[in-house]
């Protein structure tokens, strides 16, 4: 007698997921060759050379003892700021200055070592998530607009709506007796993991660091990668159905941000509206990058929601900053619109400045932690061999 198998409602969905998906890779074969080299060209032009130096300087830091210095210098003014504890604070500045996903990483790391409990992580998680403050003046304003004053007002408009986020999100999200005795929790548990950690040299910290950081940007390549494929095929569908271009060069930002806003940028339509759309693809960043944000933390048990909702409303309050500032404030009269339009040579030249200092404070930086964790290990090494010496241990 045969046995037959019964399949269950998600076994057949899989498979009929990946009948579709074979054979959309096979029919659309040419647009899908086009959307990798345009999803390649962007990340090796755009993303890598924006988010590299800032990678590799936050996989550092996570592993040194400079967390701690952070904590006693600016760490009680964050946690004022934001109602957290002052231990969150590299967690701010990573995700503020450094760009996505090294802000949930840095949030994922705290919880990992149990410095920060669940309720905790969650608030981070909840404005921390930010653009890269260079990709953002430089990719954006400058190589799509050309205009740094765009730039400049995208900026604050993305960052003063992660502010009010964080700063109403953790008043509003109290601290209850199981929150206490989560936190409890993590610090004993923080406290009984110090005696089995070991201090990496410093050259064991940069190899980690190197290799941490290309493993994240190669996940963010295969994430553009994929994003840009699902939007080439949707464009497909939609350029048949003449759905009119605003629309679209929408879509492709909810898809994948930058090459979302450079749609929006080439759109023949008003700098204001145009300004407006990319303030909420910035601040929604956009699914590829919630799911490169997603995966750093899938780990724990947080949900997509708590990432999600968060970049949608992150979203809507940068595109109602920027609209105040262009409706409220002279910054694009006719006499400072077209700053680059006119001649190439101050559009190089502007370029060139925020390249220069980009690249030099990142070697200040860089050439300062490596200096630090240097006689960091001589001292305590200087240390251990006094320790031995008073308990009359030989060297």
Request: aromatic share 12%; net charge positive; hydrophobic share 45%.
């Amino acid at each position: 007698m045969k046995h037959f198998h019964i399949y269950n409602f998600k076994e057949i969905l899989k498979l009929i997921l990946f009948i579709i998906t074979l054979i959309v890779l096979l029919v659309f074969s040419k647009e899908n060759l086009i959307s990798v080299k345009q999803s390649t060209t962007i990340f090796l032009q755009s993303v890598f050379p924006s988010l590299f130096p800032f990678i590799l300087f936050t996989n550092i830091i996570l592993n040194t003892n400079i967390t701690n210095i952070l904590d006693k210098v600016i760490g009680k003014g964050i946690s004022c700021i934001f109602n957290i504890p002052k231990n969150s604070s590299i967690a701010i500045i990573t995700g503020f200055l450094c760009g996505f996903p090294m802000g949930a990483k840095s949030v994922a790391t705290l919880y990992s070592n149990h410095e920060i409990s669940y309720n905790v992580a969650k608030k981070l998680l909840f404005f921390v998530n930010n653009c890269n403050p260079s990709f953002i003046l430089s990719t954006i304003g400058i190589s799509m607009f050309y205009n740094i004053k765009i730039g400049v007002v995208l900026l604050i408009s993305h960052y003063v709506a992660s502010i009010i986020m964080g700063i109403i999100y953790t008043r509003l999200n109290l601290h209850t007796i199981i929150h206490e005795k989560d936190d409890f929790l993590n610090r004993f548990n923080k406290k009984s993991s110090k005696t089995c950690t070991k201090n990496d040299t410093f050259f064991n910290i940069i190899k980690k660091g190197i290799s941490n950081s290309f493993i994240t940007l190669g996940t963010i390549l295969g994430f553009i990668i994929i994003f840009n494929l699902l939007f080439s095929v949707i464009k497909t569908y939609l350029l048949k159905l003449n759905v009119n271009n605003i629309i679209i060069a929408t879509i492709s930002c909810i898809f994948e941000v930058t090459k979302g806003c450079s749609d929006i940028a080439s759109l023949n339509s008003s700098l204001n509206l145009k300004l407006i759309l990319s303030s909420f693809g910035l601040g929604f960043s956009g699914l590829c990058i919630v799911s490169q944000i997603y995966s750093t933390i899938s780990d724990f048990k947080f949900k997509f929601s708590d990432i999600v909702i968060p970049k949608i409303i992150q979203g809507i309050i940068s595109a109602f900053i920027t609209y105040i500032l262009i409706k409220f404030t002279n910054i694009f009269n006719t006499s400072t619109l077209s700053v680059f339009n006119n001649t190439n040579s101050e559009y190089i030249y502007y370029l060139d400045k925020i390249k220069n200092a980009y690249l030099t404070s990142t070697i200040i930086i860089i050439l300062g932690l490596m200096l630090y964790i240097i006689f960091d290990n001589m001292h305590k090494k200087s240390s251990q061999k006094t320790t031995l010496l008073k308990k009359g241990g030989k060297l």
